[in-house]
């Protein structure tokens, strides 16, 4: 991002993806190896809003987010929505005063997915830091989110995440049209003993998915996504034509 009630044992497969990264990934070392996994199920995060979570999914053993602290790879693309691991306090606590407000959630889960926020973005920063590569749909630069003070902000932490070693930021315009492989949420675990699993959102539920046969497709369609969006230093362009209120 094990215990998961409704959990389906599959057998064990093995896989060698072959990953093909993006130009602007070839700086980032690349790490060969065999994936091991088993069948997925639903995960109880499935009732976590991205806006306004039910439960707390960092106390849930083998949820997305537990699972995120030991990866060696997190591949995620998000529409809408700045993603939490990329998110400011500031634009953190928007979004929660924002299901408050609404009725989504009270003030202490809005609390919580704030501090939940933080304890995800705590694993960019531990030794060695995981390889990111992260594709935000346009809309996610467009909607406003607290106020242009906070975007701005915002949109600094994006210029200085793709600005890290371990990472890479582009995003995904939407002139993209028909030769966009995604059109919701997904994030790509690879652990490190190669396996891989996958969290995808919907409207109203998540699903996490152990099985590698089945990750792979969204690994696939990951990489084309990667080859199609805007180069990194097309994408920072973008985000910065945005500060100055030039879209």
């Known amino acids: 991002m094990d215990g998961f009630a409704g959990q389906q044992q599959g057998r064990q497969v093995q896989v060698r993806p072959q990953h093909r990264l993006h130009d602007d990934g070839e700086r980032l070392r690349r790490r060969p190896g065999a994936a091991y996994a088993t069948r997925g199920s639903r995960s109880p995060c499935s009732r976590l809003s991205r806006s306004g979570p039910r439960l707390r999914p960092d ?24 993603p939490g691991l990329l998110q400011t306090q500031e634009y953190a606590s928007a979004l929660g ?31 060695p830091p995981p390889l990111v590569f992260a594709v935000l749909d346009e809309s996610c630069l467009l909607r406003p989110i607290g106020g242009s003070a906070r975007m701005d902000a915002q949109f600094a932490r994006l210029v200085e995440f793709s600005e890290l070693p371990n990472t890479v930021l582009q995003v995904a315009p939407f002139d993209m049209g028909v030769r ?10 690879t652990m490190p003993d190669r396996s891989l699993m996958s969290y995808a959102e919907s409207a109203n539920r998540g699903h996490l998915e152990r099985d590698s046969v ?3 497709p969204l690994l696939t369609d990951h990489h084309q996504l990667q080859a199609e969006a805007l180069p990194r230093a097309a994408s920072v362009a973008m985000i910065s034509q945005l500060r100055k209120g030039n879209p």
Request: no cysteine.
């Open 59 to 82: 106390r849930v053993p083998g949820s997305p987010d537990t699972r995120r602290w030991r990866a060696v790879e997190i591949r995620l693309y998000e529409v809408g929505v700045i």
């Open 97 to 127: 005063d924002s299901t408050v407000r609404r009725g989504v959630a009270s003030r202490e889960q809005a609390d919580e997915r704030i501090a939940l926020v933080a304890q995800r973005q705590a694993s960019l920063t531990r030794t």
């Open 180 to 189: 966009r492989p995604m059109t919701l949420p997904v994030t790509v675990l």
């Open 214 to 216: 089945s990750v792979l």
